[in-house]
Every structure is written in structure tokens, then in C-alpha cells.
């Protein structure tokens, strides 16, 4: 009867909190501040992008065709730069369906608004 030898001992990593101490009520209200900025910003970024598709679906259909992909390309890019640039990591799964459909919804609603007649 054939053996398999002796079974290795599994050796899991010791587990490391992830903050040890809790965040200040300064260091909570600037984290706060930044969320918030944060937000506004992703705000203008997302009506910019709609009023600019809106405008282009209608002068420029083709070149809407072409800006839309650059358009979320860009989206999905600077997120991931502003991730890294605050070493918060890669764009994960959810995160970059999110920005997709929504990238998608702002260049392609307007489309969509012109095609009903609205």
C-alpha cells in the first residue's frame, strides 16, 4: 500500500488589527471634510459628463461614439490613479462595475433622451 508521507503543519499568519487606535476628533472630522470634497467633486465630474454628452449626442453623434469609451476609460483610470495616489490599492470588482454603469449611464442616457424626442 502505497504512503503519502507525513502531513505538513499549516501555519496561518497571525492576524494584525486593522487600526490599532482609534481615529481622533480631528483626524475624524478631516476624514469627514475629504469625503465630502471627494463627493463634490465626483458630482461635478458626473454632470459635466452629462451635459457634455448631451451637447455632443446631439451636434456630434459620431464623435460622442468615439468620446464615450475614452470617456469611461478616463473615469475608470483617474479613480484608479486617485486610489493609488492615496494608497488605498487597486480598483476592485465592485468598484469598477460601479463606475462602468455609471460612466455608461452618463454618456449613453443622453443618447437615449435625444432618441425619444425629449
Known amino acids: 500500500m502505497?504512503?503519502?508521507g507525513p502531513i505538513p503543519k499549516v501555519v496561518l499568519p497571525k492576524e494584525e488589527p486593522a487600526d490599532a487606535e482609534p481615529l481622533t476628533t480631528?483626524?475624524?472630522a478631516v476624514a469627514w471634510v475629504r469625503f465630502a470634497g471627494e463627493l463634490l467633486v465626483a458630482l461635478a465630474v458626473g454632470v459635466g459628463l452629462y451635459y457634455l454628452f448631451s451637447v455632443l449626442w446631439?451636434?456630434?453623434p459620431y464623435a460622442a461614439v468615439v468620446?464615450?469609451?475614452l470617456a469611461m476609460t478616463g473615469?475608470?483610470?483617474g479613480v484608479s490613479a486617485w486610489r493609488q495616489r492615496q494608497g488605498q490599492g487597486p480598483v476592485g470588482l465592485r468598484?469598477?462595475?460601479v463606475l462602468l454603469f455609471a460612466g455608461t449611464l452618463l454618456c449613453v442616457v443622453p443618447a437615449?433622451?435625444?432618441l425619444s424626442g425629449s
Open 2 to 4: 502505497p504512503t503519502t
Open 26 to 28: 480631528s483626524q475624524a
Open 58 to 60: 446631439e451636434l456630434q
Open 67 to 69: 468620446a464615450a469609451p
Open 75 to 77: 473615469l475608470v483610470g
Open 95 to 97: 468598484l469598477l462595475v
Open 112 to 114: 437615449a433622451g435625444l
